[in-house]
Every structure is written in structure tokens, then in C-alpha cells.
């Protein structure tokens, strides 16, 4: 599939470049302040970026290689999983300091509850359920098979891939129980959800450049959607009327409309662009430039 292009492409207006630590992976950013919390994970690092003055407040040592961070719904708690130690690094960001760790598990993906008190941490093999208020691991529940994403809808359900088999499975996380909801015919290692909750996007992880959407009231396969080659970081802007889509083949940008499902806008970010995150206004664009050691600031309009 070929991604249909707009007859007239926006040109990115980037408003920053801003250089952070070695191999900046993922980020968070909060809700309700001006603040972005980076991951380096080549030198272990937690960069501070205050989003209005595009620049690095802090640079916070971690006893890990951070690969997954999360914001708590206070703006004031960001939480880390990585590797080299099974734990999750508590970091309090009005002090810039690390306040706490969890015996946990190494990780590469979490996603936090609305509430605030449930950190879920895909380790592969298994999913590591922590309370992160009162520092304690709840349970490992086995996943059996290598598995990736964690991603955690409105109803309770947490989303993740199973890579090796090309299925989409889910977690009550109530209950702790896994189903495996869809089975697909390539490999994925992604899942993004739609703001309202009601769809699923399953970006394949080949050349041929397709997302699935995926009804998740009945897991029907709603449509095939083309996007680049090689695509990761799939991502919804808040109000849904974009996505967001890297290519590794093209180590390119690409902004989708989702009502036309048409390019709007194709651009470099650096050598690498990974992990896009949407401002929640939907205004801004920020981008982990993983091999330039920087993160990019797009603004959208």
C-alpha cells in the first residue's frame, strides 16, 4: 500500500532542537505544566525539558537504562522502568530528584491507570502490576511468548502484542485474565488507541506500510490503512484528527489526517526520529531524534 499524499504538503515549522543525553528513546510529557521528561538510554539519564523555553532544566542519574517513563495524573511523579535492574525508578519532578524505587521487573513499556495507583510494566514474558503510592509490587501475571506495548483503554482492558504469534492480546485487569482477542496475518509490535477508546491501530512491522484499525467492540478488523514502510510510533493526536507515523525504511516523519486518511505533512526530524507525543492541545509535535542525541519540537498550527 502506497500512503495517498495530499496535494499540497504542509512544511513543519520546527520551533526547537534541543539537544538532551545519548540515545533519547521515549518521552512523557505532563498534562498540566510545561514540563517533558526524557529518556537516555545510552548513558542512563532523565533529562528535564521545560517545553516553553525549549530547553534542559535537569539531568537526573538513573540506576538504570531508562526505556519507558510515565507521568502520574499530579504532574508531579514520573516512574521508569528499563534495564539492568529489576525496579522502577520514582522520580519527583517539582525537586528533580529521584524519591523512590520499586522492586519490580526490567521493562521496556508501562502504562499507568487514571487513578494513578496501578503501574503496569510489560517485561516480555510477563506483566509486573505495581502500586506505585505505596511502593509495592502487586503481582506478575505470565504472558507467556515474546511480548511488547502496554497500552491501557478507558474500560480497564490493557492492550499488548504478541510479536512472534501476530496476536493482539488483552488483560482484565480486574481480573488479571489474558485473551487473546485477534490473531493477524503480519508481525506487529505496536498498538495505539483512538481518544474515544472505541478503535485499535496495529501498524504492521513490514515494508508494505499498513495499519490495521480494529473495532474493539467486537475486535473486527475495520479497515487496512496504508502508511510508510517500516512504521513505528504510531500515534492519535487528543482529538484523534491526526496520526502520527515514523518509517524506519524512510527514517522519515509523516502526519496523516485521519478523516481523509491523507499525508498532510512528510518531514525529516534528525537521523533517527522515534516516539512521537502530541501536546495535549494537539499544537505541538515532540520527536526523540534516538541517534542525534536531541529531541524536535514541531509545531503544528
Request: proline share 6%.
Given at each position: 500500500?502506497?500512503?495517498?499524499?495530499?496535494?499540497?504538503?504542509?512544511?513543519?515549522?520546527?520551533i526547537?532542537?534541543?539537544?538532551?543525553?545519548?540515545?533519547?528513546?521515549?518521552?512523557?510529557?505532563a498534562?498540566h505544566?510545561?514540563?517533558a521528561?526524557?529518556?537516555n538510554?545510552?548513558?542512563?539519564?532523565?533529562?528535564?525539558?521545560?517545553?516553553?523555553?525549549?530547553?534542559?532544566?535537569?539531568?537526573?542519574?538513573?540506576?538504570?537504562?531508562?526505556?519507558?517513563?510515565?507521568?502520574?495524573?499530579?504532574d508531579?511523579?514520573?516512574?521508569?522502568?528499563?534495564?539492568g535492574?529489576?525496579?522502577?525508578?520514582?522520580?519527583?519532578?517539582?525537586?528533580r530528584?529521584?524519591?523512590?524505587?520499586?522492586?519490580?521487573?526490567?521493562?521496556?513499556?508501562m502504562?499507568?491507570?487514571?487513578?494513578?495507583?496501578?503501574?503496569?510494566?510489560?517485561?516480555?514474558?510477563?506483566?509486573?502490576?505495581?502500586?506505585?503510592?505505596?511502593?509495592?509490587?502487586?503481582?506478575?501475571i505470565?504472558?507467556?511468548?515474546?511480548?511488547?506495548?502496554?497500552?491501557?483503554?478507558?474500560?480497564?482492558r490493557?492492550?499488548?502484542?504478541?510479536?512472534?504469534?501476530?496476536?493482539?492480546?488483552?488483560?482484565?485487569?480486574?481480573?488479571?485474565?489474558?485473551?487473546t482477542?485477534?490473531?493477524?496475518?503480519?508481525?506487529?509490535?505496536?498498538?495505539?488507541l483512538?481518544?474515544?477508546?472505541?478503535?485499535?491501530?496495529?501498524?504492521?512491522?513490514?515494508?508494505?506500510?499498513?495499519?490495521?484499525?480494529?473495532?474493539?467492540?467486537?475486535?473486527?478488523?475495520?479497515?487496512?490503512?496504508?502508511?510508510?514502510?517500516?512504521?513505528?510510533?504510531?500515534?492519535?493526536?487528543?482529538n484523534?484528527?491526526?496520526?502520527?507515523?515514523?518509517?524506519?525504511?524512510?527514517?522519515?516523519?509523516?502526519?496523516?489526517?485521519?478523516?481523509?486518511?491523507?499525508?498532510?505533512?512528510?518531514?525529516?526530524?534528525g537521523?533517527?526520529?522515534?516516539?512521537?507525543?502530541?501536546?495535549?492541545?494537539?499544537?505541538?509535535?515532540?520527536?526523540?531524534?534516538?541517534?542525534?542525541?536531541?529531541?524536535?519540537?514541531?509545531?503544528?498550527?
Amino acid at each position: 500500500m502506497n500512503t495517498s499524499v495530499g496535494k499540497y504538503l504542509r512544511k513543519p515549522i520546527v520551533i526547537g532542537i534541543v539537544e538532551v543525553g545519548r540515545e533519547p528513546n521515549c518521552m512523557a510529557l505532563a498534562v498540566h505544566s510545561s514540563i517533558a521528561c526524557v529518556c537516555n538510554t545510552d548513558d542512563g539519564t532523565l533529562s528535564l525539558l521545560d517545553t516553553l523555553a525549549l530547553r534542559v532544566i535537569s539531568v537526573i542519574a538513573l540506576p538504570i537504562q531508562p526505556l519507558a517513563i510515565v507521568i502520574d495524573p499530579t504532574d508531579t511523579r514520573a516512574y521508569v522502568t528499563g534495564q539492568g535492574k529489576p525496579l522502577v525508578v520514582v522520580v519527583d519532578i517539582p525537586s528533580r530528584q529521584i524519591i523512590g524505587e520499586i522492586a519490580a521487573s526490567e521493562g521496556h513499556a508501562m502504562a499507568l491507570n487514571a487513578e494513578g495507583d496501578r503501574v503496569y510494566i510489560n517485561a516480555n514474558r510477563q506483566f509486573c502490576v505495581i502500586d506505585p503510592l505505596a511502593g509495592e509490587r502487586l503481582a506478575c501475571i505470565d504472558t507467556g511468548s515474546l511480548t511488547s506495548a502496554a497500552v491501557l483503554g478507558h474500560d480497564g482492558r490493557l492492550f499488548f502484542c504478541d510479536y512472534l504469534h501476530h496476536e493482539l492480546k488483552a488483560m482484565n485487569t480486574v481480573s488479571g485474565e489474558i485473551a487473546t482477542v485477534l490473531s493477524l496475518p503480519e508481525p506487529f509490535e505496536e498498538f495505539a488507541l483512538s481518544p474515544a477508546g472505541d478503535f485499535g491501530y496495529v501498524p504492521y512491522r513490514t515494508t508494505e506500510g499498513v495499519v490495521a484499525k480494529i473495532d474493539l467492540s467486537s475486535y473486527a478488523m475495520a479497515d487496512l490503512l496504508p502508511i510508510p514502510a517500516l512504521p513505528h510510533g504510531f500515534t492519535l493526536s487528543p482529538n484523534g484528527g491526526l496520526a502520527c507515523c515514523c518509517s524506519a525504511a524512510e527514517r522519515s516523519v509523516s502526519i496523516i489526517d485521519t478523516g481523509t486518511w491523507q499525508v498532510v505533512s512528510r518531514f525529516k526530524a534528525g537521523r533517527y526520529p522515534q516516539s512521537p507525543v502530541f501536546s495535549a492541545d494537539g499544537r505541538r509535535l515532540y520527536l526523540c531524534d534516538s541517534s542525534g542525541d536531541a529531541v524536535w519540537v514541531i509545531a503544528l498550527g
